[in-house]
């Protein structure tokens, strides 16, 4: 399925490595994304692709887009017209966020949106409801009615609280919880969504070294055990280059190097940007 090309358009001007997925044969991909804020262009004529089972790792420094980037992926955000999003072989360039998801295109945030007054489990619950609902918003009316979750769903959340060993927190209040915790509530919320691509937006940002290596145990369980796709937006360098299949590197909102992290990481445009030295 992966095409070993050179891109034909767009991705910004120095690509080198391998392997290149063309934006439509990929599981997610995009084609020609801009996104400008005003002045500022977030991303510059962006176009990846992503294969199916592929850990990829979009790495880069403050400021180089990734997050814009997942942003118009899962829907957040339009691409500036002429943009293009691919999901499993189709364009979904004009389905919202919630569409998307429930497509199987999973996201977790940087900044943890979860209920924190609530605890996991109606965490978890509320948003598995999305899945039947039209929208965040019905699924949080239709518990707030009180309805009772069916059986077979209520035993879907709890097949995924165990898997992410998260039992004995099961009636903790969200906000009660260390910090790792709560980024497994989040991916948790996720999972129930039933993703066949996960993004995660640092999920491991201000994680112990511990905690980092539950996260990882987790992911790779679910990308070789359950066939997840993973793009990850991911600051620690060490963790990026152990995990990931593939690294996408942003810089001023163009993508200027991608292939294995060997070669990403020897490349000299890319360690200039991290460190100052060719
Ligand atoms: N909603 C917005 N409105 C205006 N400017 C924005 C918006 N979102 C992002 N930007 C700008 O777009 C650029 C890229 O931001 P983005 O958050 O995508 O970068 P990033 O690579 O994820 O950075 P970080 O690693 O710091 O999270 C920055 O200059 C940022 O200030």
Redesign the pocket.
């Given at each position: 399925m992966s095409t070993q090309d050179t891109p034909k358009t767009g991705g910004g001007a120095g690509i080198r490595g391998g392997p290149y997925v063309s934006p439509d044969d990929a599981v997610l991909g995009c084609r020609n994304v801009t996104?400008t804020?005003?002045a500022?262009?977030?991303?510059d004529d962006i176009s990846i692709g992503i294969d199916e089972g592929e850990w990829v790792s979009i790495v880069?420094?403050?400021?180089?887009?990734?997050?814009?980037?997942?942003?118009v992926l899962n829907g957040f955000?339009d691409p500036d017209p002429g943009g293009e999003i691919f999901f499993e072989a189709e364009d979904v360039t004009a389905d919202r966020a919630f569409k998307r998801a429930r497509k199987g295109l999973g996201r977790t945030f940087?900044g943890l949106e979860l209920f924190e007054e609530e605890d996991v489990l109606e965490n978890v619950m509320t948003v598995q409801a999305v899945k039947e609902r039209p929208n965040l918003l019905s699924a949080l009316a239709f518990y707030g009615t009180g309805r009772k979750v069916e059986a077979q769903n209520m035993r879907r959340v709890e097949e995924i609280i165990d898997y992410l060993e998260l039992w004995e927190y099961r009636h903790s209040t969200v906000s009660s919880l260390p910090l790792g915790i709560q980024r497994r509530v989040d991916l948790a919320r996720t999972l129930a969504l039933d993703p066949d691509v996960l993004l995660l937006?640092?999920a491991m940002s201000g994680l112990t070294f511990d905690e980092k290596y539950d996260m990882v145990r987790f992911l790779a369980d679910l990308n070789e055990e359950e066939g997840l796709t993973l793009v990850m937006?991911e600051?620690d360098l060490e963790v990026v280059t152990d995990v990931s299949e593939r690294m996408i590197v942003?810089h001023k909102?163009g993508v200027i190097a991608r292939g294995p992290p060997d070669d990403v990481t020897s490349d000299p445009e890319v360690r200039n940007i991290y460190t100052g030295v060719d």
């Open positions: 996104k804020f005003g500022i262009t977030a991303c880069g420094p403050n400021g180089a887009g990734k997050t814009t980037l997942l942003n955000y940087q937006d640092e937006i600051h942003l909102g």
